[in-house]
């Protein structure tokens, strides 16, 4: 990799983002995304101007991070950094957005991505990776949704699943990034709860309280993932678990089953385990299959081969695993946990290393490196 990607290029790209008009920080940030990019692109395809494609690439997320960062100012003028319990205050014209850009014209995955962008404040590139597709073929889609409703009149609202969806694709974004993007969400999702009498509204916000309330443990002081397994649960916020556990149950009672009180009922699990060795994943595996029936989602079944590793041994888990595709986000990641878990770990070493290549961001990048440097110092001695 270092004939295809000279150390020269460094300092020269990030000299032209700074005489463009970036900040020296931002674009130091910019280049090492670009850089990451490349490391992933250019061994099976390398570009015939290398300077040339950094810039350009550099300086997309530079922009990117750029509106982003406007967008989530804004937010913070509006709200507090925490969101509070209980009933929601005066209903803003946020949510009323939300409902217009899922104009019935569109479809619902295109309603949703326009959502995302216009409203949410979202990059193309963070809608993308919560879709699970090249950046340049959702830029297309919100290309197209815009179009679409350039010429029609905003006086019909989109239908409450759409609204939903978008709920929860920005709260997802914000949970594993931006605390104050997961705070909007459900900021949001209990102004909804409060003006709409439907289970999977509450199923949706029962999940993003039972999530949001280890919001704290998820990371160590120097920045580092902590999994799950590894949580302090004396940090978790138990007055947001018992809200969570109380509006789950309600809606539950109403036997109109949807994904989203699904999920909720798999988080709840998880939070009423003392330890994490006491969790039901029994009973997880069980919501997994209620979870795959209604969306038959991939990385649902992901999930759930972790599940049924934890509940029926490594191996059945990587049996499940086996079913699915390896280009799946995260995929090498459950395999090296579960070849580790099964004893097997140089090949846990590999797929740990071969995941952090794949990480979605530089958290689970770093941690999923000290992963592999554990097994293989342990397995040097």
Known sequence: MDELLPRSLTPSVLAVLVRRGADFAAAEDAVQDALVEAVRVWPQKAPRDPKGWLVTVAWRRFL?????????????????EEPAPGPAPAVDDTLQL??????????PSSAVALTLRAVGGLTTRQIARAYLVPEATMAQRISRAKRTVSGVRFDRAGDVSTVLRVLYLVFNEGYSGDVDLAAEAIRLT????AAIDHPEVAGLLALMLLHHA???????????????AEQDRGLWDTGMITEGVGILQAALARDRLGEFQAQAAVAALHAD????????WVQIVEWYDELAGLTDSPVVRLNRAVAVGEADGPRAGLAELAALSDALPRHTAVAAYLHERDGDLPTAA??????????PTLAERDHLTRQAARLNAGLRR
């Open 64 to 80: 990117d991070a750029t509106r982003a960062d406007a967008s989530r100012r804004r937010r913070e003028d509006r709200l507090d």
């Open 98 to 107: 939300y409902f217009l850009c899922a104009h019935p014209s569109l479809t």
């Open 190 to 193: 209990r102004q909804l709860a």
């Open 214 to 228: 280890r919001r704290v443990s998820r990371t160590a002081p120097d920045g580092s993932l902590v999994p799950l």
């Open 273 to 280: 385990a003392p330890t994490a060795g006491e969790t039901d």
């Open 350 to 359: 590999r797929l740990y290393a071969e995941a952090a290549h794949k990480a």
